[in-house]
């Protein structure tokens, strides 16, 4: 490998060293050897990723107000949230491995640092923020506004991240 | 006219040219799929699950269905409209791909089986619209659209890394 531009840059460096133990693992150059393997991983990985979105969907627009209204807002972003961990363990695990086998150009791209990037914002705001504003009774109808309105241009950023790093890796 | 003389048509059509030589017609294509994907599976599968009894059970049926079907109706005209352009701008491809075929082969029964719902066994809504756990036969229709709609996802997917 040649010496990349980037060791300038320790985060980047990092990431690099990270990326080449990852693709060294047994298991990447298992994942990387079969062309089935990797379609069925990105095929669980997306249905994961539905899982995540369609509790994302639900918990943001339930705090913008735009449905169910006699619903209260913790009934819908209580189950949400179990939606979104159940899928984001399925496209954790089967996003580990599908980058497993190309680490280092994976994190090396744009579009998949930015894609990681917004998909910890995104996790981070809906389970410190909107998952105790969605608990706490009576709490101020513009704060759950807010936070359904950063939540979902978060997750919408995430999704248009993660269809440009489909297409364009 | 056969199937496969149809889809050979289709693929000189200009609108089929388009999606296949203009820069960036086919990424813009997917992403406006994928995005469908979200809000259709993704608000539709909470429909499905209250059908089931397992979520938001306190809630009407009735009133998660009217909240809901607008965005979940947008997104399917989203993957349709895209969908249908994709597959104009490669029919020849799909025509032969099996999990093309196996996933407008479940779109088709997911349609079906919502349309037996909205026709028969949803037609008894009042007596369970505000049960927390409702009939079997709602239960499976909830079910059925979801291992459907999942079956779609998958398929598509593998449809991408068959095809090219």
Redesign the interface.
């Known amino acids: 490998m040649t010496a990349a531009p980037s060791q300038q840059i320790p985060r980047m460096a990092a990431l690099e060293s990270l990326g080449s133990w990852l693709e060294a693992t047994r298991v990447a150059q298992a994942v990387g050897s079969s062309m089935w393997t990797v379609a069925t991983l990105s095929a669980v990985h997306v249905l994961g990723y539905a899982l995540v979105m369609g509790g994302a969907l639900v918990a943001n627009l339930k705090l913008l107000g735009l449905i169910v209204p006699s619903v209260p807002v913790n009934a819908v972003v209580g189950p949400a949230s179990r939606g979104i961990t159940c899928g984001l363990v399925i496209s954790i695990v089967t996003g580990i491995l599908l980058v497993s086998w190309k680490a280092v150009a994976a994190f090396g791209n744009d579009i998949f640092q930015i894609k990681m990037l917004l998909l910890l914002l995104a996790a981070l705001l809906h389970f410190t923020w909107q998952v105790r504003v969605a608990r706490t009774a009576g709490a101020d109808g513009a704060a759950l506004k807010i936070s359904g309105a950063v939540g979902l241009l978060l997750w919408l950023g995430l999704a248009v991240a993660a269809a440009a790093y489909i297409l364009f890796e | 006219m056969t199937l496969l003389e149809l889809c050979e048509w289709l693929y000189e059509t200009g609108p089929a040219v388009l999606v296949r030589e203009s820069p960036y017609g ?2 813009i294509l ?2 406006i799929h ?2 469908g ?3 259709s ?3 539709l ?2 429909l499905d ?1 209250r059908l089931m009894g397992l ?2 059970r ?3 049926v009735s ?2 269905n009217r ?2 079907a607008p ?1 979940f109706l947008v997104g399917f005209a989203m993957m349709f409209v895209s969908g249908a352009m994709l597959f104009a701008g490669f029919a020849t491809a799909a025509y032969g791909n099996l999990f093309f075929r196996i996933k407008i082969a479940v779109i088709v029964l997911a349609g079906l089986n919502a349309l037996y719902f909205h026709f028969t066994t949803g037609r008894t809504r009042p007596e369970w619209d505000a049960a927390p756990q409702p009939p079997p036969a709602v239960r499976f229709a909830g079910l059925s659209s979801l291992v459907m709609w ?1 079956v779609v ?6 449809m991408s ?2 095809m090219f």
């Open positions: 086919f990424q997917v992403g994928l995005l994907i979200i809000l599976v993704g608000a599968m909470w699950l979520t938001m306190g809630a009407r009133e998660l909240s809901l965005w999942g996802i998958l398929a598509g997917r593998m890394y068959t």
